[in-house]
């Protein structure tokens, strides 16, 4: 009866996890469709920008001051629904304007249990508002440079959060993924396009002829006849009169030079010209100078520029998608031989994804006004294209950034190795050195200090304290399809992970619970520090304690039910487990979660590690992992249980049955069952062999089991 019920509970959780998952799939997609209206949406824009049609389910057009599309704002579950630490998606909504700038990133849902409750949602919020301004051509990665190594790198590291890795790496990878989906859907060939920049080592011999002769300066000519055509037939036919009066003057006499290349560069500017272009070209590496000359009466810009800022009357584009210009402010000097009266130099940022060597068009507007007081404006557009050879320039080579989960171990390496070290330590006492281990004469105090090592470096320093976070996180994205690449962004923890589900398969639950856990090991400090005051520790009747372990299968079952049902309460029932109070925040944090974790470690030296035994879901699963356990570890006579009763009277965690049989789900692997076991001066049989007598159920082995345990030989 006592085995069906044990079989019951343990596989409850099962049951639970499928019809919760039953419950909720007809629901799934119609949450995963739910999107922001209008008016949401609206809410998350920076201005100047206004919200324009609805494209595709959560994803928006970008208005500008001039009623034109200027970007897209869209979020992210819709585009690239990457699982959360949680198994929930992180969703944010971004915004990148048609260059690929990012104009801002909100987050607007998340169940990062880190943050949800433990650190600052702030410092979360803040993480993302670091991408205002970046593009996505830049190659951005999370962290500081390994080494320190940034100088000349084309990398741009963007701070992370302590603590917190994992889910900041995940919300990087999830506006990266969105943002290139957009790009590619609608920015066609910005993300994918390596920056060129001009060949420093080029040098040719040019002047003004061979430019014109080559196509390095090309020429748009406008005349007073061809920009009254423009204007036929409108409301501003009749509104230049001097187009009307002198057809055969040119109205717009342009020429278009890239000024890149410093051989193309020599050969339109005076010597004066070309050396301050060459200082701007120092300080700002990263521009493209464009030369623009008219000898017409246009003049390129309006009475009202300002140096410095965008052309009034100029633009570019290239495939379609707009390219950034912006005033040079330098003064231009054109060299002997070059026709043209008004000159300025341009500039355009190439890492916006400006290729001077793939054909781009230079537009130059002309403006008429019908009208005096509030005159009508008309406009008409005429444009030049224009390329330049691609024997100036060279391809970048592209830094490409690691994987995510290669940059968290190259950011992690110190502490990994550090850890490494440990586990197999571990690993080579336990497995053939176990019983020398517990036989030493200070095994006890040795305990103690690898257990003070596991608080101190795989809790507060490695941050490497497992939760059922995990387990929940992998279970709902098993049963969604997703993947499971957020676990490779904690590589510390997944480390542990590993060496603990090895560990079922040799002794079951007992090395993460006995030796890996911080808050485990803070409950023994516990218990130890009651003892040294003089607190006796209670014995759990046999039967309460029978039921009360069987506490931690029902929470686990109601926290996998919990993770389809009610994401958001899975949020609290989480904080049944004070690990992130106590290790992840060092016990900073508000008032009633540091006293219920207190409260645990207080109940520790009263019941020794109660929490662990009866209540911990992550025990929970660490027991049912220890069903894979292979064999009976623990050494065993055949006087255990019967009637030698010293192990079992002995373990504090009740895990070892009166027969003398050890219930290895229950098991901790302190081993001091085994420094019983192998001691001549602590075990029962081996101290009544020595005196010649056989220990018989006849009652002669209590009272010697009192003699012992008093301290007898």
């Known amino acids: 009866m006592a085995s069906r019920f044990w079989i019951t509970l343990k596989f409850i959780s099962i049951f639970f996890l499928i019809a919760g998952f039953q419950c909720v799939s007809a629901s799934s997609n119609q949450a995963f469709a739910q999107t922001l209206n209008r008016e949401q949406a609206f809410s998350y824009l920076r201005p100047p920008y206004d919200i324009g049609e609805e494209i595709k389910p959560g994803v928006w057009e970008l208005i500008n001051l001039y009623s034109r599309v200027a970007g897209y704002g869209f979020e992210t579950e819709q585009l690239a629904p990457l699982p959360g630490f949680s198994g929930a998606v992180i969703n944010l909504f971004v915004q990148v304007t048609l260059e690929g700038k990012f104009i801002n990133a909100e987050i607007i849902t998340h169940n990062e249990p880190i943050f949800v409750s433990g650190l600052s949602e702030a410092l979360f919020h803040n993480f993302v508002t670091q991408y205002r301004g970046l593009s996505i051509t830049d190659t951005l990665v ?51 396009r390596q920056p060129t920049r001009p060949d420093p080592d080029y040098v040719e011999e040019l002047d003004w002829v061979s430019l014109v002769e080559q196509g390095l300066a090309k020429r748009k000519l406008v005349t007073n006849a061809d920009v009254q055509k423009a204007f036929n037939d409108s409301t501003w036919e009749d509104d230049d009169a001097e187009a009307a009066d002198f057809p055969d003057e040119p109205y717009l006499d342009l020429w278009v030079v890239d000024l890149g290349p410093a051989s193309i560069a020599k050969a339109v500017l005076s010597k004066d010209s070309f050396e301050e272009l060459e200082r701007f070209k120092e300080i700002s590496d990263n521009d493209e100078p464009i030369l623009v000359i008219d000898a017409g009466r246009h003049g390129l810009v309006g009475p009202d520029f300002i140096r410095n800022t965008s052309p009034d009357l100029i633009f570019a584009k290239q495939n379609k998608f707009p390219v950034a210009l912006r005033d040079a402010d330098l003064d231009v000097e054109l060299a002997n031989g070059v026709p043209g009266e008004v000159a300025m130099i341009l500039r355009t940022d190439r890492r916006l994804g400006f290729d001077p060597t793939q054909e781009w068009q230079l537009s130059v507007r002309a403006i008429r006004e019908h009208g005096v ?256 356990r292979i064999q009976k570890w623990i050494p065993r006579r055949i006087e255990c249980g019967s009637p030698c009763q010293l192990c079992k009277v002995s373990c504090d965690y009740n895990a070892i049955k009166k027969t003398g049989e050890i219930r290895y789900d229950e098991c901790f692997q302190c081993l001091d069952c085994v420094t019983i076991h192998d001691s001549d001066e602590q075990c029962v049989p081996l101290v009544l062999a020595a005196k010649g007598t056989k220990l018989k159920s006849s009652g002669l082995g209590q009272p010697i089991l009192q003699l012992v345990k008093a301290g007898a030989k």
């Open 142 to 192: 999370v962290g500081v440079p390994y080494g320190g190594k940034s100088k000349g790198s084309s990398l741009i590291y963007l701070d992370g959060v302590t603590k917190a890795t994992a889910s900041v790496r995940i919300a990087h990878e999830t506006i990266l993924a969105a943002s290139f989906a957009i790009a590619r859907e609608k920015m066609a060939g910005i993300a994918a």
């Open 373 to 628: 007081f509030q005159p009508e404006i008309g406009t008409r557009d005429f444009t030049i294209s224009h390329m330049t050879d691609e024997r100036f320039f060279k391809t970048d080579t592209v830094e490409a950034p690691a994987p995510p989960w290669r940059q968290a171990i190259e950011q992690r390496a110190p502490d990994l190795a550090a850890l490494s070290i440990g586990l197999i330590g571990l690993y080579w006492l336990m497995l053939g050195r176990m019983q020398w281990f517990a036989s030493l004469p200070n095994y006890t105090s040795i305990r103690f200090t690898i257990l003070a090592i596991v608080i101190g470096f795989i809790g507060w320093w490695g941050q490497g304290q497992l939760s059922i976070a995990t387990v929940l996180g992998v279970i709902r994205s098993l049963f969604q399809g997703q993947s499971l690449e957020f676990l490779a962004y904690d590589p510390f923890s997944l480390l542990i992970w590993a060496a603990v589900i090895i560990s079922f398969i040799l002794w079951g639950r007992g090395l993460f619970c006995g030796w890996l856990c911080p808050f485990g090991a803070m409950q023994e400090f516990a218990s130890k520090l009651g003892e040294m005051i003089g607190i006796k520790q209670i014995r759990v009747p046999e039967k309460l304690d029978y039921w009360l372990r069987y506490t931690k299968y029902l929470v686990l079952a109601g926290m996998l039910y919990a993770a389809f049902a009610a994401p958001a309460l899975n949020d609290k029932l989480i904080e049944i487990e004070p690990f992130k109070t106590a290790i992840t925040v060092y016990f900073v944090r508000e008032w009633y979660y540091v006293a219920y974790a207190v409260g645990l470690l207080i109940l520790s030296m009263f019941i020794f590690k109660g929490f662990c035994r009866y209540v911990c879901p992550l025990g929970a699963v660490m027991a049912i992992g220890g069903l894979l």
